[in-house]
């Protein structure tokens, strides 16, 4: 095959005929709205695919736009001719990263990152342990104190400033791997701890372990699971994200399950795409259809079962960020806010535009921090027109850019962000059976 | 670097300024057919800024090419010549009703349902609804005098509009028109410049007519086993007294691609449907439905259908609304027209269109705005097949000659651009088309502004074939 005839097929050239360019995606996209050009809509970067796939602009022209793309996916829920831009944005992903020329430090680090950092349960937990012996230690008081934390590199002293209390290693080594009822169990769960999520979100996973038990199910916690490879994919390391949802598919067959539940957005619109890395009629694709066919989202579990009353009001007025890889991709909408609604005495005022994205998305927020704030204070400004008490989340990445958002508005007075496991765990979560 | 490049740089800020190849590209095209790389993109936000531009392109000769959100597609923004594509869409959107005036001063990006939803707080209208209100600008919509479903009852874009603001291809600004409803003072500029794509200057405020809004909307669906007893349903309920506000058609292959692509329970084993919306007062309108539905029944139909609640009325839009991104998966390139026939030649139109779909063995369904006569007959194609694409150019070509042969027009709603500008003379004689070419040339001397739209470059043929 010619090299022509690669890069087409690599870059899906053949889905982008798809798009007729009637721009009906441009009004959902936000970075086409902070960024203001057609470079950075999804119908400029559909065609500057299709221009590098017929040689007419080179793979650099088309990084910038596409690493731009905070693959929010809120185009696709508006588009009439059903274009698979999360395909196509993968692939340009996928070419850009063949393409591109790496220092042999990038090179490491990458790799380390990607192959070591992220899959790992290990260095998951030393990323938890270290983020709490640096709170705990005072060294977060002092760094902070004596402005070291601005010293970090992109922007990290940013996030590090909203970083939740974390556990001691202790409490996060006596975690119970399985979960057994006495009585007799509504549904079999394995539990799905996402590698971010588990380290820096630990209190967040034993809440949505603790509500699922209140609902009745027996609760497992495959030992051999892995990162979801959604960071991979994000950054066009598609063959390494296979081997995750291979190494993934295989833990989570171990038991027989009725869900496989996660409880962030991003980590779930991955999981549930599974098969779209497998080339149909191979086994592999088989396995992960089955595997797809189980994945839910807590909230569409804990909505579903109904098995919990929420005894404790919760006097407050809030708004609720939707994770737009939950909305768009998982089209999960109405269960968070049915959930919402069992919360005695809260408020739920919907943002003007609930589905535009926070700007967070996986790591864009660190890779690109200014645009990221761009697209930040837009939300803000939605936020802050609601005068919330609190806003409420579902994904570990949009919670923390919700904080920083409130830090950067200068309102930690007036409202907090929280994931809403967490506001269940508050509002006296009892099951109808105890 | 350029002079005209310099000279642009030192009166925009830098933002506003595109040179990058990957940008250029992407004002290279809109949602019609071709791609022509511009040399530069600026972006204007306020009316100095346009002055400026236009003069410094006059100066030089460049050529400069206004530009929307690129809804187009009829070619309208494309830069076929190079120069200056003039992105008008990031203008800071203001909408100021006067609502005691019945009209509306909108700045040239502001997205056309925009409009609409502003006049609706004061319980008022905008009337013009084309498919594309949600995306495409009221700029836009000027330049290509857009029509939509509604067009039957209040007419298109030029219908609504009292006066305009425009800066001229030598960087002049002119006022036309004015707020009043009536207004006879001399040649009436502001229906020259609606619809004249750009080519006469660049519209950088409106000041347009809002109606009341209709307390209530009813919608009617019919259901006919022939085409031609459609489209006589259709010229008898308009000469019965009613005037519905949209009357909109739909073949048996739109039918189907639509029940193929999102079920919404239309019958598929009808040859044709017509869904048909009234507005007016809920009284009016009870009686009015009778009226049609008796019409429909004595002229034929199969059956017609009253939805049940507000539901299900949006249900049967909704279906009609799926129309284009059904067809889509018939095959992949869409050619859509918007050849207009007399209400009466409807049903004639619909044969020349089956003749053509068989003579030239191409995918051809059609549906549209049958109420006003606006067709959409659509070729459905691949543009990756060079043989096929040269049938369809044939196709289309015999689809403008049905029109005019019928007494209609090469566009209802969409515009020449440049798809349509090969087959001008066709509709309005060497001379007619001559009286045109001489305002353009004396409105723009040097041809700056939007050049190779409507007006055919000599021998210029419909070209959908790539290279």
């Not at chain 2, 207009?340 to 269109?353: E, G, N, Y």
């Amino acid at each position: 095959m010619s090299s022509v005839k690669t890069l087409q097929e690599k870059i899906n050239y053949d889905k982008t005929f798809d798009c007729v360019q009637c721009g009906y995606c441009l009004p959902a996209c936000p970075t086409y709205e902070t960024m203001e050009r057609e470079t950075h809509s999804p119908r400029g970067r559909i065609n500057l695919v299709k221009m590098v796939a017929e040689g007419k602009a080179a793979i650099e022209d088309l990084q910038e736009p596409i690493e731009k793309c905070l693959g929010c996916m809120a185009c696709t829920t508006v588009c009439p001719t059903d274009v698979q831009y999360g395909e196509i944005l993968e692939g340009a992903k996928e070419v850009i990263e063949d393409n591109q020329v790496k220092s042999k430090t990038q090179q490491k680090t990458e790799q380390f990152l990607f192959e070591s950092f992220f899959p790992s349960k290990g260095w998951m937990d030393t990323l938890g342990n270290a983020t709490w012996l640096y709170q705990k230690t005072g060294v977060q008081k002092i760094a902070r104190s004596f402005h070291l934390t601005k010293v970090a590199p992109m922007n990290l002293d940013q996030f590090e400033k909203v970083l939740p209390d974390l556990p001691s290693p202790k409490e996060r080594k006596r975690r119970a791997k399985r979960f057994i009822r006495k009585r007799p169990a509504t549904a079999k769960v394995a539990f799905f701890t996402g590698c971010v999520m588990d380290s820096m979100f630990f209190d967040t996973n034993q809440n949505t372990i603790e509500l699922l038990l209140r609902s009745g199910t027996e609760v497992v916690l495959p030992e051999q699971q892995t990162c979801c490879g959604a960071l991979h994919a994000h950054s066009g390391k598609i063959d390494q994200s296979r081997e995750l949802a291979k190494e993934n598919i295989k833990a989570f067959e171990e038991e027989q399950v009725d869900y496989i539940v996660n409880n962030a957005g991003g980590c779930g619109a991955r999981l549930i795409e599974y098969h779209h890395l497998f080339e149909e009629g191979t086994e592999w694709h088989e396995r992960a259809k089955q595997f797809v066919a189980k994945v839910k989202d807590i909230t569409e579990v804990l909505a579903e079962l109904d098995q919990i009353i929420y005894t404790k009001p919760v006097e407050k007025t809030v708004t609720y960020q939707p994770s737009c890889h939950m909305s768009n991709v998982q089209k999960v909408k109405q269960p968070p806010r049915q959930l919402m609604d069992k919360i005695l005495g809260l408020t739920l005022k919907e943002l003007d535009r609930p589905d535009f994205c926070c700007g967070s998305a996986g790591i864009y927020n660190i890779l690109n921090y200014e645009d990221s704030m761009d697209v930040l204070d837009v939300k803000m400004k939605d936020v802050c027109s609601k005068q919330p008490e609190g806003i409420v989340t579902t994904n570990p990445g949009c919670l923390l850019q919700m904080k920083l958002g409130i830090e950067r508005e200068g309102a930690s007075e007036e409202m907090d962000a929280v994931h809403l496991i967490d506001l269940l765990a508050q509002a006296g979560p009892v099951g109808k059976w105890e | 670097m350029n002079e005209w490049i310099e000279a642009l740089q030192k009166h925009l800020p830098e933002k506003q300024i595109m040179t990058h190849l990957a940008d250029r590209h992407s004002y290279s095209f809109d949602a019609s057919f071709g791609e022509y790389l511009p040399e530069i993109v600026v972006q204007a936000k306020k009316k100095e800024e346009v002055v400026d531009i236009v003069k410094i392109a006059n100066e030089h000769r460049i050529p400069i090419y206004p530009r929307g959100q690129g809804t187009c597609l009829s070619g309208g923004p494309l830069p076929v010549n190079g120069g200056i594509v003039l992105d008008l869409s990031q203008w800071p959107e203001e909408i100021d009703v006067s609502a005691d005036d019945l009209t509306v001063t909108v700045s040239p990006s502001v997205l056309t349902a925009n409009i609409d939803k502003a006049a609706r707080e004061h319980g008022l209208m905008y009337a013009p609804d084309p498919s594309s209100a949600h995306v495409a600008t009221i700029g836009g919509n000027l330049a290509e005098n857009s029509g939509g479903p509604r067009g039957l009852k209040y007419g298109v874009t030029k219908d609504f509009v009292l006066g305009l603001e425009l800066v001229t291809p030598e960087g002049e600004i002119i006022r036309t028109g004015g707020k009043t409803i009536k207004n006879v003072t001399g040649i009436d500029l502001t229906k020259l410049l609606v619809g004249s794509e750009g080519t006469l200057g660049v519209i950088t405020e409106a000041t347009l007519k809002l109606v009341p809004k209709p307390p209530a909307v009813q919608t009617l669906m019919a259901v006919f086993d022939d085409v031609r007893l459609a489209g006589q349903a259709i010229s008898r309920t308009l000469t019965s007294g009613i005037l519905p506000s949209k009357m909109e058609f739909m073949d048996q292959a739109c039918i189907r691609a639509v029940e193929n692509f999102q079920p919404a329970g239309l019958p598929t084993d009808a040859a044709a449907i017509v869904i048909i919306e009234l507005d007016g007062h809920p009284e009016t309108l009870s009686i009015e439905k009778e009226l049609i539905q008796d019409i429909m029944k004595n002229i034929g139909a199969r059956d017609t259908v009253i939805p049940e609640s507000q539901e299900d009325a949006t249900k049967i839009w909704h279906a009609r609304k799926q129309v284009s991104p059904a067809i889509a998966k018939i095959k992949p390139t869409k050619v859509s027209e918007d050849a207009t026939v007399p209400r009466s030649k409807i049903p004639d139109m619909m044969d020349r269109l089956k003749e053509i779909k068989e003579r030239h063995n191409v995918e051809i369904v059609v549906f549209g705005h049958a109420g006003d006569g606006n067709l959409h007959p659509n070729v459905l194609c691949d543009k990756r097949d060079q043989e096929e694409m040269g049938r369809v150019e044939l196709a289309v070509e015999e689809i403008f000659q049905a029109a005019i042969d019928l007494g209609g027009t090469l566009s209802g709603e969409h515009g020449i651009g440049t798809m349509k500008a090969p087959f001008m003379e066709n509709e309005l004689g060497e001379v007619g088309l001559d009286m045109m070419r001489r305002i353009k040339d004396a409105w723009d001397p040097n041809g700056i502004m939007n050049p190779g739209k409507i007006f055919p470059e000599k021998g210029q043929k419909l070209v959908l074939r790539s290279e």
